[in-house]
T-cell receptor
Framework: EAQVTQNPRYLITVTGKKLTVTCSQNMNHEYMSWYRQDPGLGLRQIYYSMNVEVTDKGDVPEGYKVSRKEKRNFPLILESPSPNQTSLYFC??????????????FGEGSRLTVL | AQSVTQLDSQVPVFEEAPVELRCNYSSSVSVYLFWYVQYPNQGLQLLLKYLSGSTLVKGINGFEAEFNKSQTSFHLRKPSVHISDTAEYFCAVRSFMDSNYQLIWGAGTKLIIKP
């Protein structure tokens, strides 16, 4: 089954404790992206990757890191989480978006709480 | 820069009544337009998209949307809603001229179905 898998789905952590949210897709997609969703703000892009070893900042990259060493994986790293990073996070992937046909496939989300 | 406005944060409607969710975008340059749906506690999934051709686009679950270039709108409609349509709906736009091929998202509209 074609899917985007995120882990963990739920996490409560404390300020400053490094954490990684993993994302894996099995569709051989070139493009992957991380979003955060906050009430009233819709989806805001954190980082995206057009292909292996190619990553770029989205609209709200501060406090986050990513890597794309393999095509299928795109982990999101919070080196020193702070309470303002409490949010619902989504990973998404698509075929090359250049054609405009790149429908985004989303994971089920990771709800992060930073105390 | 491109922006997307979803004029209503919530739309309450009785079951079996028609509904319209409004979406306007800012730039008149050529665009690709999308509606995504997020059911409770799930990720987003594509409802429908406009790439070119007929301005009336049909999607899943009986939804349709009409592209209006002169009014820069892409409103979503359904003639008769069901309780299972309870979800949040997001409009998104990708500009032909955006070299990063990024989607610009609206803030979302929650569709509330009243029995």
């Amino acid at each position: 089954e074609a899917q985007v898998t995120q882990n963990p789905r739920y996490l409560i952590t404390v300020t400053g404790k490094k954490l990684t949210v993993t994302c894996s897709q099995n569709m051989n997609h070139e493009y992957m992206s991380w979003y955060r969703q906050d009430p009233g703000l819709g989806l805001r892009q954190i980082y995206y990757s057009m292909n292996v070893e190619v990553t770029d900042k989205g609209d709200v990259p501060e406090g986050y890191k990513v890597s794309r060493k393999e095509k299928r994986n795109f982990p999101l790293i919070l080196e020193s989480p702070s309470p303002n990073q409490t949010s619902l996070y989504f990973c998404a992937s698509s075929l090359s978006p250049q054609s405009g046909l790149g429908e985004l496939f989303f994971g089920e989300g990771s709800r992060l709480t930073v105390l | 820069a491109q922006s997307v406005t979803q004029l209503d944060s919530q739309v309450p409607v009785f079951e079996e009544a028609p509904v319209e969710l409004r979406c306007n975008y800012s730039s008149s340059v050529s665009v690709y337009l999308f509606w995504y749906v997020q059911y409770p506690n799930q990720g987003l999934q594509l409802l429908l998209k406009y790439l070119s051709g007929s301005t009336l686009v049909k999607g899943i679950n009986g939804f349709e949307a009409e592209f209006n270039k002169s009014q820069t709108s892409f409103h979503l409609r359904k003639p008769s809603v069901h309780i299972s349509d309870t979800a949040e709906y997001f409009c998104a736009v990708r500009s032909f001229m955006d070299s990063n091929y990024q989607l610009i998202w609206g803030a979302g509209t929650k569709l509330i179905i009243k029995p």
